[in-house]
């Protein structure tokens, strides 16, 4: 490791990385709910494509119990997030996974939150990636890169590491850039489906993160607005049927190899709808991101817009992202 | 293996396990698009469960292939499944695993078709199970459970094959009830949600697949109304927030580890609904099947049942489940 990777590394992040050097380690178990699972969606898509022996798994907190996959043993890594640390599935699953004899890590901004308590590492994020300004220094997503192409690095050698590493210290200008690009448009975006009922995301390989974060916990969460995270290889058998004209689609078009998927989808599209806002990380200034990391990167910057187009649908609505109707308001 | 499984045993999965004995084995891929993809998420679920050894992912036939997971290889057994055997991406994606030197295997109601034609091993199946009357036998289904704890048993010694095998020869009798049963409530379901514009599905574990399934292929593609199939255990942490009392939820409770996910969202959408159709596996009169195998049964009940209610609904809209907008009218 360089300085400047040195450097750059995040001593929490370290601390992992030097415990998971000693291990044997075969298996990753991504773990947690709503918007933190989506975040790890992403990271599963680098592994797949690069990791040789590890293989992994996204589970809902909840579901990764009562599943209670059979190789999750000594041989896990079992990774978790929760924002307020307090999400009481996710602070289950980490003892679960604990007492299994698997090395857990929690990503959280609270580190005396009880799943701070209940993991063995603890990695502390200082910002949620989707409305914090343009903060991407030790964010959630920047932290889980590390990680994640750290643990390859340590475990495989895997080279991507270093441009990872160092095209994340470029993140936040990045973010700044594409914020103030979509910023127009995305007020055009409120206003124009501010009564909509429903709206539709798409997206495949690492992007599907943003489809998803952006259509349940955006629309359906934040705007009581319906709406279903579409893969867009998935599109055509079945969920395409139920295209019209007036039916409001997000297409995300993102930089990795399965691009062609949703370019497919938007090519369709466009014959038979006039109602497509097509967001494409090929318009996004990414300098500063080595061509190896794009791919995996192009889905943050398309998750900051988002918030950018989150903000702005919440302001021509006038209903705030805050307003709740059951979340934290009642028991669940 | 005794006899009576020899005797049940369907001599295209007899094939594939002989194949698998021979062979070193550390992952299953299922990949195939929409519908036939769905089938095999139980499949993932028994494997998660019960596998000590073999790591296991579904993918869509298209994101499979650009993804290109690192460890698809000689140790690989890919699944793959289309019921005319022509899906263009699930067949390119049969040829794209076998040129990584996985073995291949194929299930598809058409054994002369590119599909069969691409892989090594085909598996014919009978009927596609939501409408084909009760058949149950060499049903797609049927054959991907004997075929995946066939690998399971042949692979670990896991005991779990006997039972199923010996299962899945009453399933067509428990079919046969089950739409008995639920018949009236079909009816009643199509003619009150008849004009609805979105209908929402639930569901955990296993069951996630009759969840997926009836939101995207009966409401989505074959009725064009707007869905989205919520993991139960995700509910908490976004979908919810749409919950009023007009908005149509069909709950699904099966009889796995994951039921108490179930049985929570059902709790709480009662309080604040007045339009959830639940649909029950206690209800379900699952004799002749073992405990050991009831959990992994129930999905398919589940799908059983939800067809009678897709030709209720599609009755009662007068919309006739073949009618399609897109698939097969034009290209795409």
Redesign the interface.
Known sequence: MNAQIQNALNPDVAKVLEAVQGRSLD?IFFVA???S?ALMYPSK?VL??????I?S?VY????FI??????LGEGSLVILCSHSGG?K?TVAAARFAREKGALTVSLTAKPESPLAEASEFVIKYEKASYFDETVAKNSDFYLMYQLVTGVLNHKEGNALFSDMVESLENLGTVYEKTKAQFLDRSKSFGETYKDA??IYTMA??SNYCAAYMFA??IL???Q?????PI?A??Y????????TPE?PFIMLLGLD??R??EE?ALE?SRQ?SDNLIVIDAKEFDMEGIADSVKGYIAPLVLNKVLGVYATAIATARNHPLET????GKVP?
Not at 324 to 327: G, K, P, S
């Open positions: 298996r709910c709503g918007g699972s898509y797949d494509r690069e990791a040789k022996t293989a798994d809902n907190a909840n579901e009562h599943r209670n996959p059979a190789t999400t599935e009922s429903i495949s390989g349940v916990c359906m969460e934040m009581w607005i319906h709406s279903h893969h290889g998935e055509f058998h079945g969920p395409f049927e139920v295209l039916v190899e399965t062609p998927l497919r369709f038979y709740r109707r059951y979340m669940y």
